[in-house]
């Protein structure tokens, strides 16, 4: 059951002004409904992940499975991806999918502008795009929409405010992406340094560009034995993916370090041991799950022609009252995880 290709989007229509989500209605809750016009079919959307089998990827999981039963007799929802960060496994992967004929797609890019092609394909087919971690692609004709857990420049800026604090506001560190393609993971990054020569001078990188790890726990864990290696003298170190984050906490306790500045993206279940031990000073997240059930929630909306407007509710934490600009979803899910957060160490994710 797919979108008609000629499908006009969101608009304001005979069809938008009395649906379910009119002005600040909720996006997802279909009570058994499906659009106006379709079969009595059920929508199939598959989520792409960056990677499986790391536990940010896991954690989304969660999030697009309880979509799929909270949605139950309206959407098949199933999240599938790459074995590894390569750009072009995910590319095929969607290859795969646009073949099956799925309804619509959720796709968390690895390279957002090498799968572009791809996700236009998809379209063109009449199946419904959503991404995550892609914003560049909302001006582009690849995606219905993109959805954005938050605005990525204050993200960073948080990130690197949290790390010169502990540096004292002077001293050299290491920063280290997934992968320089990542839109998102450069946006923080970028926005961070970009934040740190304007408010703390002395906070300086070791190298022009970041390491990368390719979301990948083998290879982070050995940037961190390099880096701590070539570094003896380092100050701080940012990390943007789990396994960056994760794997050089792992190494500082197993050296007994306790004097570098640490941020970093994580999860509660990653970080807050490390950060009750003291190995981490500061942790920052959203939650996967939020982002797969509000991207899926919003690819439905487009399947059933409803509105997505600024102040629809997604049905999850974070995502009750997005921003809407253009095809640009924003919510305000920014989590910090600090210590003592999670009394007896109950992490929820």
Partial sequence: MKRPTKFLGLAVTAIAATALLAGCGTVGDTGGATAAGSDDGVFRIATVSKVEGISWFEAMRTGVDQFGEDNSGVVEAWQTGP???DPAKQVQIVEDLIAQGVDALVVVPNDPQSIAPVLKKARDAGIVVITHEAPALAATESVDYDLEAFDNAEFGEKMFEQLANQMG??????????????????????AGIAYLEKNYPDV???????YEDDNDDSKARDNA???????????????????????????LKEKNLTNIATSMLSLPSV?????????????????????????????LAVLQNKAVESGSDLNFEGYNDVTVDGK???????????KGQYPGNKYPF
């Fill in 169 to 190: 506001g002077k001293g050299t560190f290491v920063g280290e992406v997934g992968s320089l393609t990542s839109e998102t993971h450069m946006a923080w990054y970028n």
């Fill in 328 to 338: 640009l979803i924003t919510g305000a899910a920014i989590l910090m995880i600090e």
């Fill in 83 to 85: 074995d590894s960060g």
């Fill in 271 to 299: 970080a807050g041991p490390y950060l009750e031990e003291g190995v981490v000073r500061s942790a920052q997240a959203w939650n996967p799950a939020g982002a797969g059930y509000a991207a899926n929630a919003v690819a």
């Fill in 225 to 251: 034995l390099e880096i701590l290696k070539a570094y003896p003298d380092l100050g701080g170190f940012i990390g943007t993916s789990v396994s960056a984050g994760a794997n050089f906490a792992a190494v």
């Fill in 204 to 210: 300086t990188p070791v190298s022009a560009q970041p």
